[in-house]
């Protein structure tokens, strides 16, 4: 059995993963490292004081608190990231320091700890990025690929990247439906838009599956499919209002060279209805 750390652990993916490594019994130790203590006061109670979770106050620009939630640790999960663009376009300089920074001290603190290995989460924004939180995490991207070569030690570091989690904390799918029981009316840069279409549980699985099976220098990147942003809001029920495309999104978002929301196999408006069954 091993001793797993989730940084951003009270975050929509942490919350997932820690359901899916509890259940799955996968772990007898589950370190839940993030700022957010009525969060982690939160989880403990929904898992009833389960004895194999641990919480650790701390930011991840804390190199010292990093450390010492390291001790023992068998796998880092590093999910903790200032997520939102709009955030990035006037706060640069904060997303520097959680997501760049951040990450160099989860790649020193996991090899001063001598974890054996580390999964990164980035995003599909990190390729050909536009915007400061694209840039911020294809850089946190290559910092941890390169630790491989740049921190010779018996830890290992891979990088797992996908889309927009359908559902997540601050998504379309749940300020759409809120929009869409107040007024019916949703705000749409361009619906010819394409996003990629990911589920939580197919996350947690890619994620797991990674820590698992890694050797390390993995760059994992899932073929998913996508769908129209005019299509989600048909599928959802809502009328949209058109507002153009700002400078720091894409039309099309891609994960890689050949993988582009543009060209991947599209959901059509009745499967999208379908999925969104499935989505909280």
């Known amino acids: 059995m091993t001793s797993i750390l989730i940084t951003g652990g009270t ?12 259940n799955r019994r996968l772990s007898e130790r589950v370190c839940i490292y993030s700022r957010d203590e009525h969060k982690q006061a939160s989880m403990r109670t929904k898992h009833h004081d389960d004895e194999r979770l641990r919480f650790f106050v701390g930011d991840v620009r804390d190199v010292k608190r990093l450390r010492r939630a390291m001790h023992g640790v068998d796998i880092v999960i590093h999910a903790a990231a200032l997520k939102r663009i709009e955030v990035g376009q006037y706060n640069p300089d904060e997303m520097l320091k959680t997501n760049v920074h951040g990450a160099i001290n989860v790649i020193e603190a996991a090899a001063d700890a001598v974890v054996p290995k580390v999964v990164a989460i980035s995003t599909d924004k990190a390729y050909r990025p536009v915007s400061p939180y694209g840039f911020s995490k294809a850089l946190a991207e290559n910092l941890f690929l390169a630790a491989n070569e740049t921190h010779p030690s018996t830890t290992r570091y891979a ?16 300020k759409w439906r809120d929009l869409v029981d107040k007024l019916g009316v949703v705000p749409v840069t361009d619906p010819d838009c394409t996003r990629f279409w990911m589920t939580i549980e197919h996350a947690v699985r890619l994620v797991i599956n990674t820590s698992i099976g890694m050797c390390g220098g993995e760059l994992v990147i899932p073929a998913l499919p996508a769908y129209r942003l005019g299509d989600l809001a048909e599928a959802m029920g809502a009328k949209m209002n058109i507002r153009g495309l700002p400078a720091h999104e894409k039309l099309h978002e891609s994960m890689a060279d050949d993988n582009c929301s543009e060209t991947a196999t599209r959901m059509s408006v009745e499967q999208l209805k379908m999925a969104l069954t499935h989505v909280n």
């Open 11 to 22: 975050g929509f993916l942490g919350n997932a993963l820690v359901e899916e490594i509890l």
């Open 159 to 174: 990088v797992v990247r996908y889309g927009n989690v359908a559902g997540s904390t601050g998504s379309v799918i749940p």
